[in-house]
């Protein structure tokens, strides 16, 4: 870290601090147990991410506790071994340059779907909002290797979705910063599980096309404060 700028220093403490916090929100919400799932935010013009350290609990990850690392998933500066997961945000960073945080979570209702290889049908307008889209399902992909990354970005890349449901695994999301990213996560959850509920009932009615277009239009272009 000796190479660090006094400004750069001062980023990644603040970006430690977040992703830490950023963490309590996917216990909070309910979509991670044990030690599963992880996040990460891009440190901004430089080719670094800070990310949750391996098989720590949630409730002992603290700001000094997270992994600052290049984005070939070496570490550069943190105490523990980074996120098993490393190596696939490394890969989105690299190959989104928009990108500024990606979730991942192994939350209930995603998982039925992406178990069944089947993704989510635009049937709510808050999806529509949100998605703009189905969540669609990437390919299934072990760890190991660049194959998780690949198949987020091949599955993401000119899709509106933030969110895809890797097939036989879990959600990965991706926001222009972390709390972004875990409010896609949050709202893949939320959607996924009332889908499957009315799924549950009968075939739930998609939206049509135009409706979707222009729902997604007015929820990022008007809604909320400008
Ligand atoms: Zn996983």
Redesign the pocket.
Known sequence: MSMMTTGMAATVRRLRGQVSALHAELVRYGLVVWT?GNLSARVPDQDLMVIKPSGVSYDDLTAESMIVCDLSGTVVDGDFAPSS?TAAHAYVYRHMPEVGGVV?T?SSYACAWAARNEPVPCVLTAMADEFGAEIPVGPFALIGDDSIGRGIVDTLTGHRSPAVLMRN??VFTIGPDAQAAVKAAVMCEDVARSSHLSRQLGEPVPIAAGDVDRLYARYHKVYGQQ
């Open positions: 599963a997961d991942h192994h695994h879990g």
